[in-house]
Structures are given as structure tokens and as C-alpha cells.
């Protein structure tokens, strides 16, 4: 397969400005109201669940999904403005994000109508929690070496085996994994893999911590002891879950998440060096910002891509390799930057307590999502280069 890399110039339309207008009075009332502070990320509770609910009341959970099921019909370019605020904001979104961004998309696809009609609208008010079942320990990214394995049982399958690096499964009430039901073949590697809805309370299941260097716990391990799944839980195409997968990694890598995680230390950066900052950081700063800028305007030609129902897996790859790789140097970047400010520059403590912070997440962001590594084998083989 040969694919020719499309990024348009997409401008966000009049509603979506209006719409930013609107989600920053919202997060400035959070925030007067000491539901999380923007200048700490990732302390506190970042799974919120009342903050979830009240984005759910505000109709910005499920925003590109049909009514019927909880949804509001509006589009990829709007659903855009509302992540890149609330990812700017450093807003406690981890409780529905997942859900919002790709496990619904997959339940819409594939799932059940009495599923569909259960599920999504909770998970449009914001109660209910979805991680991704993919990584296994000794494959990583290459989910097609997935080996934990769904026996076919009376009335369902049996599933035993482990996932691993599941991002906040000791939160989340279901997971859309991805099991080998049948062996690979020689002609074709893909083959074998199918996806499932999985009750993350359902007995057999365990759940590990993995600590990161910051001390928090978002990782897990998760093992599955002949764990039952009944078989209205199969998600599209038994042994056939190879596509639906790629074209759910889509959405999961090219939304402004992908760039977006360290940039708190580059708005703090600009409010140390103050409005007339020396040659040497006027410089470094331009650079960092159009880099962002770039990185940016790949991201909503995704988003427009995906509002008009293509599946920009090629893309969708290069903003994730592209952005994990910037918001993972920037930090280094900042601290060098900021070497030769004043000791009394006003938020000095703020910006030094972001910096470390940032330096400990760094080294995982090319790894969430996939490795840097097979995302460049994604690319290289949509361009027919391998």
C-alpha cells in the first residue's frame, strides 16, 4: 500500500471560536472554584468524576456522536477546540477522555444496539471510565505479536493472559481489548486478533500498579484468569480486529493530546522572560512556538480529515511521532532557555517546580499510544517504503 500524506489547510469556522469562548468561562469558573489548579499538572484528582459530569452537562463529552445515543451531532473541528482548551488548562480529564476520544467511536462502530443504547450515554454525562487493552508484556507496541488469548466457551470465550502499561485501569469500568482468538498465519500476521468489551469488574481479573519516577500511578498491569465474556461483548470481526484497531489508533494519536502535555513549561517560560525578552530567548522562544504552531495546524487537518469520515491512520502516525518527540525535548529546551533569568523573576518557583516535574514524565511520552519505533513503520509502510 502507497499513501500520499494529506494535511490541508483547515481554518476552524466561526462556531468553533465561539465554542473556545465559551470552554474557557467554563475552566476559569473550575479554577476560581479550586476544582484543580492549571499551574500543577497532573496533581490532584485527575479523574475527577463531578468535574466529569459537569463537562457531561455541558454537552462536550460524545460532541461528534449521534443523539440517539447521549451525543450532539457537532463536528471533529469542534470536538478539537475543546480538548486543545482543556489540555492548555491542564484540567482533570482522565475520568472520560479515553471514552470521549476512541472506546466510543469503536462501541458506535461495532458494538450491540442494547449495548449502544447502555453504555454511551453514560459515558456522555461523564460517569463512566474506558481503557485500552492492547500493549502485553515482550510486544509492546507490535500488537500483532499479542498473545493473551479468548478460548471460544459455551455462550462467550474464556480469556487468559496479560496487558500491560493500561493507562488508569484501576479507575475505569470497562476496557476494549484486543485478544488473539486464532493463530497468525505465515501470509498474513494480522490475522487472529479480535476485539472485546470487557467488564473491568468481572471476577478473574487483577489489577497491578506501575509506578512512574514522579511517584504517580496511572500504568497497570492487567491479568486476566479465565475471565468470562459473553458473546455480545465481540466487537466487529472475529480475527479480523487488526483494521478496526489501526482505525481507532487514529483518533488515539493525532489530536492535540499528542503535543500538548509538557506545554505548560513553554507558557511559563514566555511569562518569565516578560514582554522584551534578549536576543538568545527571543530566538529560542520563536522557534519553540512555531514548532507548535506546525505541529498544530497538522493536528486539526486530522481533525477535519476524521469530520469527513476518512481514517488517517498515516497522518494520524506522524503527528503522534512528531509531537511525542517535541513535547518530550521541550522541558531540556525551557531549562536552557531559562538558565540566565533573574532569581526574582516572579514565577521563577512556578516554572522550576513545572520543569522538574516535566523532566520525570518526558522519557513516557514516545511510549503511550506507541513506541516512536513503530510509528515510523506505519509511516514508512503507508509510504511504501517498506
Not at 260 to 280: K, M, N, Q, W
Request: proline residues 5%.
Amino acid at each position: 500500500m502507497t499513501a500520499q500524506l494529506e494535511f490541508d489547510p483547515i481554518r476552524l469556522p466561526p462556531e468553533c471560536e465561539a465554542l473556545r469562548r465559551e470552554v474557557r468561562a467554563f475552566l476559569a469558573e473550575e479554577i476560581a472554584a479550586g476544582t484543580f489548579d492549571p499551574d500543577r499538572p497532573m496533581h490532584g484528582d485527575m479523574h475527577n468524576t463531578e468535574f466529569s459530569k459537569r463537562v457531561g452537562a455541558k454537552g462536550w463529552i460524545g460532541l461528534t456522536w449521534p443523539k440517539k445515543y447521549g451525543g450532539h451531532e457537532r463536528t471533529f473541528l469542534e470536538r478539537y477546540v475543546v480538548t486543545e482548551e482543556f489540555r492548555i488548562a491542564n484540567a482533570p480529564v482522565r475520568q472520560y477522555f479515553v471514552a470521549d476520544r476512541q472506546s466510543g467511536p469503536i462501541l458506535l462502530k461495532y458494538a450491540p444496539e442494547h449495548i449502544k443504547m447502555d453504555i454511551l450515554p453514560r459515558i456522555c454525562r461523564g460517569e463512566v471510565c474506558f481503557v485500552i487493552g492492547m500493549s502485553e508484556p515482550n510486544s509492546g507496541s507490535d500488537l500483532f505479536a499479542a498473545k493473551t488469548k479468548a478460548t471460544k466457551a459455551d455462550g462467550g470465550w474464556r480469556i487468559n493472559g496479560n496487558k500491560i502499561w493500561t493507562s488508569n485501569a484501576h479507575i475505569a469500568d470497562y476496557m476494549i481489548g484486543l485478544f488473539r482468538t486464532s493463530p497468525s498465519t505465515k501470509e498474513n500476521r494480522r490475522h487472529g486478533l479480535t476485539q472485546f468489551l470487557v467488564d473491568l469488574k468481572t471476577d478473574g481479573i487483577t489489577i497491578n500498579p506501575i509506578y512512574q519516577m514522579t511517584g504517580q500511578h496511572d500504568f497497570n498491569e492487567v491479568v486476566f484468569d479465565n475471565v468470562f465474556i459473553p458473546d455480545d461483548c465481540v466487537l466487529g470481526e472475529i480475527d479480523g480486529a487488526w483494521k478496526q484497531a489501526t482505525s481507532e489508533l487514529a483518533y488515539e494519536r493525532s489530536g492535540p493530546e499528542r503535543f500538548l502535555e509538557t506545554f505548560y513549561v513553554l507558557t511559563a517560560l514566555i511569562r518569565a522572560l516578560g514582554s522584551e525578552p534578549d536576543l538568545r530567548s527571543a530566538e529560542g522562544l520563536g522557534r519553540l512556538v512555531a514548532q507548535a504552531h506546525a505541529l498544530r495546524r497538522m493536528s486539526v487537518s486530522v481533525a477535519g480529515m476524521l469530520q469527513a469520515g476518512k481514517e488517517p491512520v498515516v497522518e494520524g502516525s506522524l503527528v503522534k511521532d512528531l509531537g511525542t518527540i517535541w513535547e518530550q525535548k521541550l522541558p531540556a529546551r525551557v531549562r536552557e532557555l531559562a538558565a540566565f533569568l533573574e532569581p526574582d523573576v516572579g514565577n521563577r518557583a512556578t516554572l522550576d517546580e513545572q520543569l522538574a516535574f516535566a523532566m520525570t514524565i518526558a522519557p513516557k511520552l514516545t511510549i503511550q499510544g506507541g513506541t516512536t519505533e513503530v510509528l515510523r513503520g506505519i509511516i514508512a509502510r503507508g509510504l511504501g517504503l517498506r
